[in-house]
C-alpha cells in the first residue's frame, strides 16, 4: 500500500526558509512521479513543483527560482527546500505519486496527509 507522509511545514516569516519532506514507503519508489502541491483555503489544489524520472524539473511560475524540488531514490523521499517565503505561499502542502507522468496536474493516484505552511508579513 502507497503511503506517503509529509513534514517539516511550520510558521515563519516573510523572507524566511523551510524545508519539506516527503516520505515514500509501499512501491518502488524509483518507478513513480512525484510532485509537490498546494491548497490554501478557498482556492483550488495547484502545482507547485515537479521532478521527471531523469532528475528534471518543472515549477509553478509563482515559485520559480525560489523553490527547489529534489529527492533521494536510497532513502525513499522527496524534498522541497522553499526560500524566500511570502505569505501568499500560505497553503497546505502534500507530496503526491503516481505512475503516470501528471507533471503539474493534480491528477495523481496518492497523496499525503499535506503539513501546513503559514508565512506572516
Known amino acids: 500500500q502507497v503511503q506517503l507522509v509529509e513534514s517539516g511545514g511550520g510558521s515563519v516569516q516573510a523572507g524566511g526558509s523551510l524545508t519539506l519532506s516527503c516520505a515514500a514507503s509501499?512501491?518502488?519508489?524509483?518507478?513513480?512521479?512525484m510532485g509537490w502541491f498546494r491548497q490554501a483555503p478557498g482556492k483550488e489544489r495547484e502545482g507547485v513543483a515537479f521532478i521527471d524520472s531523469d532528475g528534471s524539473t518543472n515549477y509553478a511560475d509563482s515559485v520559480k527560482g525560489r523553490f527547489t524540488i529534489s529527492k533521494d531514490n536510497a532513502k525513499n523521499a522527496l524534498y522541497l527546500k522553499m526560500n524566500s517565503l511570502k505569505p501568499e505561499d500560505t497553503a497546505m502542502y502534500y507530496c503526491a505519486a503516481d505512475r503516470l507522468r501528471y507533471g503539474l496536474a493534480p491528477l495523481y493516484m496518492y497523496w499525503g496527509q499535506g503539513t501546513q505552511v503559514t508565512v506572516s508579513s
Open positions: 509501499g512501491y518502488t519508489y524509483s518507478s513513480y512521479y
